[in-house]
């Protein structure tokens, strides 16, 4: 039986993206480069920084300025953190039917603590979360399968008992090799030319109010 629901953060529990995307356009308006569209800017959101800076630049991770980009972007992100993110629709429809049911709700992200110690309670949850796994938590971030153990750990529940919803790639390999059942959030930021079949989800959820109906199957 189902008693913990855990989610991603970034285009699952909440649309960060055009504060992530606000970010890197005035990066790249100080350097003179062109701005992203926000469609652009979507589909990659939930893979981070690194992403993102290389979708602006080009720059990889590899090259040796990346160290500056990603300091730049934490930064300019660090100062404009809240001002248009928003839980997606229904989410805390969700979280309180969770509630109702004595399920008990977390977040696993692969967002530093330094950001998501701020944004949560910002966010309005209807119901405080369980439990809280930032990027740094742990010494391994997503897909890593140690910040699921801890929050199973916190929550005091076996990962079997627990579904993990996300919207990319390493959430789905999270959940999955941590032991729950995975929920593909496709109202999340997957990107066009992705090959969502091959990701391995036990569900698909089309909204979030799906989640209800599907933990229950």
């Given at each position: 039986?189902i008693?913990?629901v855990?989610?991603?953060?970034d285009?699952?529990?909440?649309?960060t993206a055009?504060?992530?995307g606000?970010a890197?356009?005035?990066?790249?308006q100080q350097?003179h480069?062109?701005p992203?569209t926000m469609a652009?800017?979507?589909e990659v959101?939930?893979?981070g920084?690194?992403a993102l800076?290389e979708?602006?630049?080009?720059?990889?991770?590899?090259n040796?300025?990346?160290g500056y980009w990603?300091?730049?972007?934490?930064?300019?992100y660090?100062?404009?953190?809240?001002?248009?993110?928003?839980l997606f629709?229904?989410i805390?429809?969700?979280?309180?039917?969770?509630?109702?049911?004595?399920?008990q709700?977390?977040?696993?992200?692969?967002?530093p603590?330094r950001?998501?110690?701020?944004?949560?309670p910002?966010?309005?949850?209807?119901?405080a979360p369980?439990?809280?796994?930032?990027?740094?938590t742990?010494d391994?971030a997503k897909?890593?399968?140690?910040?699921?153990?801890?929050?199973?750990?916190s929550?005091?529940?076996?990962?079997?008992?627990?579904v993990?919803?996300?919207?990319a790639?390493?959430d789905i390999q999270?959940?999955?090799n941590?032991?729950m059942?995975?929920?593909l959030?496709?109202?999340g930021?997957?990107g066009?030319?992705?090959?969502i079949?091959?990701?391995?989800?036990d569900?698909?959820?089309?909204?979030?109010?799906?989640?209800?109906?599907l933990i229950?199957?």
């Amino acid at each position: 039986m189902i008693q913990a629901v855990l989610f991603d953060l970034d285009g699952t529990l909440a649309d960060t993206a055009r504060d992530l995307g606000g970010a890197l356009n005035r990066l790249l308006q100080q350097h003179h480069l062109p701005p992203k569209t926000m469609a652009a800017i979507r589909e990659v959101a939930s893979r981070g920084a690194a992403a993102l800076i290389e979708l602006g630049t080009g720059i990889t991770s590899d090259n040796k300025d990346y160290g500056y980009w990603r300091e730049a972007f934490l930064a300019e992100y660090d100062r404009h953190l809240a001002e248009e993110t928003v839980l997606f629709d229904g989410i805390n429809e969700v979280i309180h039917a969770l509630q109702q049911q004595c399920i008990q709700w977390g977040i696993v992200t692969n967002k530093p603590r330094r950001f998501t110690d701020r944004l949560v309670p910002e966010l309005g949850f209807v119901h405080a979360p369980a439990v809280v796994v930032s990027g740094d938590t742990t010494d391994e971030a997503k897909p890593s399968v140690k910040p699921m153990l801890h929050a199973c750990q916190s929550m005091h529940v076996k990962p079997e008992q627990c579904v993990y919803v996300g919207d990319a790639l390493r959430d789905i390999q999270a959940g999955k090799n941590a032991g729950m059942k995975t929920i593909l959030a496709n109202w999340g930021y997957i990107g066009k030319t992705e090959c969502i079949d091959a990701w391995g989800a036990d569900h698909l959820a089309a909204r979030p109010q799906d989640i209800l109906s599907l933990i229950s199957m």
